[in-house]
């Protein structure tokens, strides 16, 4: 199964594989797992996945 991370420090989104835990490649902060599954983020436009991003860590916050 492939999660979508998004890191709360720089906002970057990893999809990762088998795993549920993420650290960020861009600044090594530990990644929050998107309440949005994979299928349904490939169906976001950019502007789309942003704001889904920004809510996640709002709501990590």
């Given at each position: 199964m492939i999660h979508v991370f998004v890191c709360p420090g720089c906002r970057a989104v990893r999809l990762v594989s088998r795993s549920r835990s993420a650290v960020c490649l861009?600044?090594?902060?530990?990644?929050?797992?998107?309440?949005?599954?994979?299928?349904?983020?490939?169906?976001?436009?950019?502007?789309?996945?942003?704001?889904?991003?920004?809510?996640?860590?709002?709501?990590h916050s």
């Amino acid at each position: 199964m492939i999660h979508v991370f998004v890191c709360p420090g720089c906002r970057a989104v990893r999809l990762v594989s088998r795993s549920r835990s993420a650290v960020c490649l861009a600044c090594g902060t530990p990644m929050v797992m998107s309440e949005i599954p994979y299928l349904r983020w490939t169906e976001l436009d950019e502007e789309e996945r942003k704001r889904a991003a920004e809510r996640q860590v709002e709501k990590h916050s």
